[in-house]
């Protein structure tokens, strides 16, 4: 967590990107805004080595990691991290070992911001 926000990385690596990271990315942030909840912020990532999954949102603070994320998606993303109901679709798509290998790279401090 930096700045008192919690983070919600999305990866802007190739396949993410060609799958419309940058549209998630747009719809969390204006989502955030319209809401008026600053207590998230929204950061690119550079890839999580999930590339077959993405769009891939990750959020550290929770252990949250949401794969084929589309924009639609920003409102229930939100609300889940605000302890709302979970997004069963966009869960558990990975091996939870690479998961919690890149939570524990992110909280090292190797991010790409
Ligand atoms: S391109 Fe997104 S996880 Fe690698």
């Avoid at 600053?38 to 999954?53: D, G, L, Q, R, W």
């Avoid at 609300?79 to 690479?98: A, C, H, I, S, T």
């Amino acid at each position: 967590m930096k700045g008192g926000a919690t983070t919600i990385y999305v990866c802007m690596n190739t396949d993410c990107k060609s799958r419309g990271a940058q549209s998630v990315i747009d719809a969390l942030q204006a989502h955030l805004e319209k809401s008026g909840k600053t207590e998230f912020k929204v950061e690119p990532y550079i890839c999580f080595s999930a590339c077959n999954s993405g769009p891939n949102v990750v959020v550290t603070d929770q252990r949250c990691w949401l794969s084929g994320v589309q924009p639609s998606d920003a409102k229930n993303i939100v609300r889940y991290l605000q302890g709302g109901p979970p997004v069963e679709r966009l869960q558990g798509k990975n091996d939870p070992d690479l998961e919690e290998m890149i939570f524990s790279l992110i909280d090292a401090g190797l991010i790409s911001d």
